[in-house]
């Protein structure tokens, strides 16, 4: 019995350096590719099986560790989420145990990137806290300010404007004397979305450019193009349109090399919106169709009711108006679910707007009276007491009579 045991306990010790020996040799060559995207891609499901045998050994944990850091960047291509999850929640329950705080941390702010994909904001919030905490017990200025941009959107997303705008700033003040100009780039490109989503053309405009010419010396291509984008966006907006064709131009070119499916959904969804200003609607129409085909297959819920919305729009411009309806009411569904009052009382008056335009008054009236009470203090933003303005002018304008 005793040698059945000693040859147990062999085997065991056997099968754990194997492991461990896999998951290195992963990592090494995921390190060494000249294209680790495609090597996660055609070896993915090995990869998985080198992970979950890894997380069985937690006294070899730092390599754990490291194939998660290895595989993550690549996660959001696969909308793995359920496994990933898992693999994180074991994960920081082993780091935990161990009281390993910068990998916990760690753990905890990937747990809440992938949280936050799903839309499940509050949750992804409450991880990125715990993050934060655990970076502030570290004094690593720069990661904590790191996460605490991204709580910033989640707070935007939820109608706190000025708090949104606020935890920026502070993430910023904790950088003051660092030199990590990258992080001070992500909290400056993050800061120019809340103002993109405010409707704060200019500062927006001058915010991106700023962080866009840090990435550029970096040489860090996704926020380069992530910057190129809110850059798109102001400039469509503020009718600068030879700079709008110069910006495209370049992005056009980023997406040919990377063939990055999420980029390509983003340009899509801003060129779009650049044809729909110039009044080219049936080009706004392709572009946006396009990213929604795109959308079904990374399931962002916020993307998803954006270009729902922009096709409502669009949709009922071209008097479409069942068209129209259903994407209305679908980004007013989506928005609802994410939580998000000001998208959603937007969507609630362009659905407004096309009641106004079939004369059906009624069911306008009853509309905007609900768009109004859904947003009437439930957010900040500026352009939110601009949309509140134009439903109560819209609801006033009503003929009494049906």
Not at 2 to 9: E, G, L, P, R
Not at 103 to 132: F, H, N, T, V
Not at 261 to 280: C, D, M, P, T
């Amino acid at each position: 019995m005793d040698k059945t045991v000693s040859n147990q306990t062999k085997w065991q010790t056997f099968l754990r350096k194997q492991s461990v020996a896999n998951a290195s040799r992963w990592i090494d060559s995921l390190r060494k590719s000249s294209d680790p995207k495609r090597l996660v891609v055609s070896d993915y499901d090995n990869l998985l099986r080198a992970l979950e045998s890894s997380l069985n050994n937690p006294e070899e944990f730092s390599t754990t560790f490291s194939l998660i850091q290895s595989l993550f960047p690549y996660v959001f291509e696969f909308g793995d989420w359920d496994r990933w999850l898992a693999y994180l929640a074991k994960a920081i329950s082993i780091g935990e145990q161990q009281q390993l705080q910068f990998e916990s941390a760690r753990l905890y702010e990937q747990m809440g990137d992938i949280k936050k994909e799903r839309g499940e904001l509050e949750k992804a919030k409450s991880l990125y806290e715990a993050s934060i905490e655990k970076y502030g017990l570290l004094n690593d200025a720069e990661k904590k300010a790191y996460v605490m941009a991204k709580v910033a959107m989640i707070l935007e997303t939820h109608g706190k404007t000025s708090e949104a705008i606020s935890l920026s700033q502070k993430a910023l003040d904790l950088l003051e004397s660092s030199s990590d100009f990258e992080t001070i780039a992500f909290i400056n490109v993050n800061l120019s979305t809340i103002f993109l989503r405010s409707r704060l053309w200019q500062p927006g405009l001058d915010l991106a450019t700023k962080a866009y010419q840090v990435f550029l010396r970096a040489k860090n291509q996704k926020f380069i193009t992530r910057a190129l984008i809110n850059i798109l966006v102001f400039q469509a907006e503020l009718s600068m349109w030879d700079e709008v064709h110069e910006t495209t131009a370049r992005l056009a070119d980023i997406f040919t090399q990377s063939k990055d499916k999420r980029s390509l959904i983003v340009l899509e969804i801003n060129l779009g919106l650049a044809a729909y200003h110039q009044e080219n609607l049936l080009e706004a129409e392709l572009h946006w169709q396009k990213a929604r085909q795109l959308l079904s297959q990374v399931n962002d819920m916020s993307d998803i009711g954006l270009v729902c919305n922009n096709l409502g729009k669009l949709y009922l411009d071209m008097e479409e108006y069942g068209e129209a309806e259903k994407m209305l009411k679908e980004a007013v569904a989506i928005y609802d679910e994410l939580g998000d009052p000001l998208n959603w009382a937007n969507s609630m008056d362009n659905l407004a707007e096309l009641y106004e335009a079939q004369g059906n008054t009624a069911v306008c009236r009853q509309t905007l009276i609900g768009g109004i009470a859904g947003l009437d203090g439930r957010s900040d933003a500026p352009y939110a007491f601009e949309l509140l303005d134009m439903m109560r002018q819209r609801l006033a304008d009503l003929p009494d009579k049906e």
